[in-house]
């Protein structure tokens, strides 16, 4: 596998590491890294987090990686995927701004 793409995997890995991680201890979840799929819907039906947890995932990706989500972004929030998606890409624009 290429050295770029290498990178690549283990910098998003590492970003749902953390992310996962701060989510469980903010939330007092009953889970593991491991037992959280990327896909899994967080508001709702998935793992059934309300208005509330919503403020505190806002707080998590804004104190884990320091990256404020508008507040108009809720589109941001519907997975562990979306939200590294996005983590990752305000990173890459964070350090092209420097």
Request: with cysteine; charged share 30%; proline share 3%.
């Amino acid at each position: 596998m290429p050295e770029d793409i290498q990178r690549i995997i283990e910098r998003r890995k590492a970003v749902i590491t953390t992310f996962k991680e701060d989510l469980i201890n903010r939330l007092n979840l009953p889970y593991t890294a491991e037992d959280l799929h990327e896909d899994v819907s967080l508001i709702g039906a998935g793992l059934g987090l309300d208005s509330l947890d919503v403020l505190e995932i806002v707080l998590c990706v804004e104190n884990a990686f320091n990256i404020k989500i508008p507040d108009n972004n809720t589109s941001v929030l519907r997975s562990i995927n979306t939200i590294v998606d996005f983590i990752i890409s305000e990173q890459d624009k964070q350090g092209e701004a420097a």
